[in-house]
């Protein structure tokens, strides 16, 4: 193994410009540390990662335990994912690790469990037979999301289309379907910004309750227009 | 691979590359490539500015920095980039253009090629490029025995000889062939290297050198500043196991139609990583610019392209090489068994009719998970002289594709007619004199093989035919291909942008005609004429006309349905939207030519 691309791989991590929102961070601030929806006080904290990466690694383990809302407490916890160069300790593990944590519910481990065995997963259809048995949440997350990529508009293969998505993810039969609708519906809103932040507020007041996956996708398309 | 971290500090060889200045103007011999220029392949293109890095990835160090030497991708990934020749492959059309050469002349009788070199340009230290580095490339690397070089065998013409180079004056050479031979003009493109440089080390211009020693020339141990460079780029880093880095080449002679000297980044750096999950995970962070992912990688990819400011390219464009089924029409020839099978598997209709029981739309889904494209005939879909285009190097249309839909229904009225029918009533069809008709499809252990056959088998079934699918070790399938002792075989074959160089395949003599090799003794009129249009593509240096003969063979075997063609993967590839000019990339991962990315033309759209 090519130890220092890895490594590499780890420390450039740090930069990944995921939704850089230097000139929005003290709105983005009052936001993560006010707002009372969850899904919005989120999706702030995810387009504060990259700020949040400018923080001691104590503080952020004690803001992702004990953060005042979830916002806090998500972009502490993916702010130490890329300092702990969390990404690189999964890719190194093997499977049955993966698969061990991804059980106890280490979401990152079950994504990279995902990631290491997708090209078991070629086809839409494997992932959906295997979302009928899964037996771990995360597993069904990390499975959705990567079937939310089957659904996008212009994929080669499951494509479906905008109202399809919206149906499977108020009323998929499984978490996994309802997550990869909600990922393939982020990604078209991010395409083609039909909503403006206050809009999308809106639509996730209205659905968060109801709607939990629906309000997932609205959650990642909000993150990103807060980092525009 | 423990240590692997230390060696690579230990190992890092400095820039130490020896620049000139470059040129004070452009010269006048300079290349324009016609970037944004309407009417042209490059029309779609965007004019760049200068400046930046370029960051890829590969996963295998290079071998050395030789280029008559290199043998393997790894090592012409870097080398093709700076040994370029006097015709080269257009970037985009894949059309045979002049490239070092500015020019060239054939004679009326076909037997002199003269080029003329561009005048003023010169090698990355700054030496001026001459006639003398031709022939001494040609003549003294490529011809020599005593040069371990692949690329001598593409010399030989017909009979055997080789053209024989000379210098006509400092900007001319010519090389004089003893036949008409188009092919050689491709071979002609062998890598130009610096006499200056390079002489030294050829044992034969220099007895002080034992033989052998160019072979050991510019290695990896090789100081960098010891490399010359006439192409885009020269490599001035190199640690290994961990990255390549090419600088812009002062003196490169290729200029967009705004003046901006190419290329248009500074530098490019390669990335030596540990498989492609490294590279997939490293684009995905941003530090690659460029990637050729997998099929696999799309659904994680083409979600975040949007938010990531990345673009995933998903391509109808089929990549070089063919897959077909054969359908052997000399079964039972050789030990006087099967006449009637034989009989019936030579008649085209009952060819046509399993053509049409070949479900390629299936197969693009279920096999190739929808990214393969259907194919129809021999060449490789992006050869400037592929059948579904309407003139050389012209774009794909499929004007004039020779195709069978899939079409049970009448393949099955195609067989009734035939008096393939059941007459026994167990089910299967049977042969016109009422024998049973079995079909046997063989291929190897290979997933997508075995797909395809699945597939095939269920079909050729559905319709009352009674085919069995077998696989068999590869060596077995080659010999019941090669031999003609089965029924039908799956399989495919490589392929280039040259047709002659599937002689073998589609004459009647060939050493793979294998749908018939008996057509050698025997040709029948399709067979007579595919074997006058290969000599005559071959016989004119006139692109065009060979063009006409190429696509009136590629339809004519379309029709004759030996090799009957299935799917090609197409290729797939993703960029950060910053790069302009990313977009125009093509199926194969050789950088900076026809078949790779276009490193030369991509830039930062940051600055």
């Known amino acids: 193994m090519k130890r220092d691309s890895l490594r590499a791989l780890g420390l450039a991590a740090c930069a990944v410009v995921l939704f850089s929102v230097i000139g929005l961070a003290v709105d983005l601030n009052n936001i993560v540390a006010n707002e009372l929806i969850p899904e919005i006080s989120k999706a702030a904290g995810m387009a504060l990662v990259n700020d949040y990466t400018m923080k001691s ?128 519906l982020t990604a078209i809103w991010i395409k083609d910004q039909p909503l403006t932040i206050d809009e999308t507020e809106t639509e996730i007041l209205s659905v968060t309750l109801v709607y939990p996956e629906l309000a997932l996708a609205y959650q990642g398309y909000l993150a990103y227009l807060f980092s525009l | 691979m423990k240590n692997v971290l230390i060696l690579a500090g230990l190992l890092l060889i400095p820039s130490l590359a020896v620049f000139g200045q470059g040129y004070d103007t452009m010269p006048a011999d300079a290349r324009i490539l016609p970037i944004g220029v309407a009417g042209t392949a490059y029309s779609d293109m965007e004019l760049g500015v200068r400046g930046g890095t370029f960051t890829r990835s590969t996963i295998e160090d290079p071998k050395a920095w030789n280029a008559n030497t290199a043998h393997e991708t790894s090592t012409t990934r870097f080398t093709a980039l700076m040994s370029l020749g006097l015709v080269n492959l257009d970037h985009v059309t894949g059309a045979i253009v002049p490239d070092l050469a500015k020019s060239y002349e054939i004679s009326e009788d076909g037997l002199v090629i003269t080029f003329h070199l561009r005048e003023g340009i010169k090698w990355s230290d700054g030496v001026p490029i001459t006639a003398d580095d031709v ?117 490169y002679y290729a200029y967009d139609p705004a003046g901006t000297q190419l290329p248009y980044y500074d530098k490019i750096i390669d990335q030596i990583v540990a498989n492609e999950d490294v590279q997939m995970l490293k684009f995905r962070n941003g530090e690659l610019d460029v990637y050729g992912l997998r099929p696999e990688d799309i659904p994680i990819l083409l979600p975040e392209g949007a938010s990531k400011g990345f673009t995933v390219m998903i391509t109808d464009d089929a990549g070089y090489g063919t897959t077909w089924i054969c359908i052997n029409q000399d079964i039972g020839l050789a030990d006087g068994t099967n006449a009637e099978k034989r009989e019936l598997y030579r008649n085209v209709e009952f060819r046509e009719a399993l053509a049409h029981l070949l479900d390629k739309d299936t197969m693009v889904q279920n096999v190739l998970n929808g990214l ?52 026994n009533g167990d089910g299967w069809r049977d042969l016109p004199s009422g024998a049973p008709l079995t079909i046997e499809i063989n291929t190897n252990d290979t997933t997508i093989r075995v797909a395809y056959c699945l597939i095939i088998q269920d079909d050729f079934r559905a319709a009352g035919l009674n085919a069995n699918f077998q696989v068999v070790d590869f060596n077995t399938l080659v010999n019941v291909l090669v031999g003609g002792t089965g029924d039908i075989v799956q399989l495919g074959l490589t392929g280039g942008d040259e047709p002659n160089s599937g002689k073998n395949v589609y004459t009647s003599c060939g050493s793979l005609h294998a749908y018939r090799y008996s057509a050698c003794d025997e040709p029948d009129e399709v067979d007579l004429r595919i074997n006058e249009l290969m000599n005559l593509g071959a016989g004119t240096f006139d692109l065009d006309e060979a063009f006409g003969y190429y696509k009136e063979y590629q339809q004519l075997l379309a029709y004759q349905l030996g090799y009957v063609y299935l799917c090609q993967p197409t290729f797939q590839f993703a960029y950060y939207d910053y790069v302009g000019n990313a977009f125009k990339s093509s199926p194969t991962s050789v950088a900076g030519g026809r078949n790779g990315l276009l490193t030369e033309l991509c830039f930062d759209k940051r600055l």
Not at chain 1, 81 to 109: P, S, V, Y
Not at chain 2, 145 to 162: A, H, K, Y
Not at chain 2, 394 to 416: H, K, Q, R, W
């Open chain 1, 57 to 184: 690694v104590e503080e952020l383990e004690q803001l992702a335990a004990t953060g005042r809302t979830p916002g806090i407490r998500l972009a502490a916890d993916r702010a130490l994912f890329i300092l702990n160069g969390r990404e690189l300790e999964l890719f190194e593990m093997d499977d049955a690790t993966l698969l061990d944590l991804a059980k106890a519910g280490d979401q990152d481990a079950a994504n990279m469990w995902f990631f290491h065995n997708r090209a078991s997963y070629k086809r839409p259809e494997l992932i959906e037979e295997y979302l009928l048995t899964v037996e771990s949440d995360t597993l069904a997350i990390a499975a959705g999301t990567l079937l939310g990529g089957f659904y996008v508009p212009g994929s080669p293969l499951g494509a479906k289309t905008e109202a399809e998505l919206v149906e499977l993810a108020k009323n998929g039969e499984n978490l996994g379907l309802r997550v990869a609708a909600a990922t393939a």
């Open chain 2, 135 to 251: 022939v001494f490339s040609y003549n003294d690397l490529v011809l020599n025995e005593d040069v371990d070089c692949n690329s001598r065998d593409g010399q030989i013409l017909p009979d055997g000889t080789f053209p024989i180079c000379e210098k006509v004056d400092d900007y001319t050479v010519r090389f004089t062939l003893s036949t008409i031979y188009r092919p050689v003009l491709n071979s002609l493109g062998v890598p130009i290297q610096p006499k200056h440089k390079l002489a030294q080390y050829v044992h034969k211009l220099n007895p002080d050198v034992p033989a052998g020693t160019f072979n050991e020339t510019w290695t990896l141990d090789t100081p960098l500043d010891e490399l010359v460079s006439n192409g885009p780029w020269i490599v001035t880093a190199y640690q290994p196991n961990v990255s390549v880095t090419m600088e812009r080449n002062p003196y």
């Open chain 2, 372 to 423: 393969g494209a259907p194919q129809w005939t021999g060449l490789s879909v992006p050869s400037p002289f592929y059948a579904g285009r309407d003139y050389y190097g012209g774009p794909i249309t499929e004007n004039d594709a020779v195709t069978f839909e899939y079409d049970p229904a009448l393949a099955e009225s195609m067989l009734d007619a035939l008096g393939v029918v059941d007459q």
